[in-house]
């Protein structure tokens, strides 16, 4: 195990048999004696956001174990912030589910020429539209199933699922109440927002 660390210290030994080695000399320095160390084995980097930031700023990442928490933090560093002017593109390569908090794999690669071109989008939608109606059934089946798994260790009856789809159709977000927005990435729906407009005198 290598530490980066900015005091000097000598290497520890643990019960387990792993010995920590602190390394000054800053990440390069450390991810090269953990290649070393490693021979033909993967190398896992485990720190705060500033060293993952660095290791990403550098190109040494291969894949990124996102582990996805719903606690409220209200102060800390932005994990994708401060990268720098690279272009990375960060590709699903598992998901691991969880009741509590689902763990995600990101690989990452450069940009290529044909995603380079490709742009979001953010439009209005009728809520009956086949994107919206997609988007909509695929957030409700993903929010009811985490709450049967963490609360009775199931997933949603299918047929109580379509009942609560259809008990909410979203009439609140079309005009002139509210709207529905769309982002599409390169043309493919990928996420959705409402907006309620709420008259001068509504509490806000």
Not at 24 to 49: F, M, N, Q, V, Y
Not at 92 to 102: E, G, T
């Amino acid at each position: 195990m290598f530490v980066v660390t900015h005091q000097a210290r000598e290497s520890v030994v643990k019960k387990g048999g792993t010995t920590y080695h602190f390394v000054t000399e800053g990440p390069a320095r450390a991810l090269e004696l953990a290649r070393e160390a490693a021979g033909d084995k993967d190398i896992s980097l485990a720190g705060g956001a500033d060293l993952v930031q660095q290791f990403i700023r550098a190109g040494w990442l291969d894949e990124l174990m996102l582990h996805v928490v719903p606690v409220l933090v209200c102060g800390g560093r932005r994990l994708f912030d401060h990268l720098g002017d690279a272009q990375i593109e960060w590709h699903k390569a598992q998901v691991l589910d969880s009741p509590r908090s689902p763990i995600f794999a990101c690989a990452a690669s450069p940009p290529s020429p044909d995603n380079a071109r490709m742009t979001w989008t953010i439009t209005p939608e009728p809520v009956d539209s086949p994107a919206a109606a997609a988007l909509w059934r695929a957030y409700y089946t993903e929010v009811s199933d985490r709450w049967y798994l963490l609360h009775e260790d199931r997933r949603t009856d299918p047929e109580e699922l379509e009942r609560e789809i259809a008990a909410d159709p979203g009439a609140e977000l079309t005009p002139p109440g509210g709207l529905l927005l769309i982002a599409r990435y390169d043309g493919e729906a990928a996420g959705s927002a409402g907006v309620r407009l709420l008259g001068a005198g509504s509490p806000s």
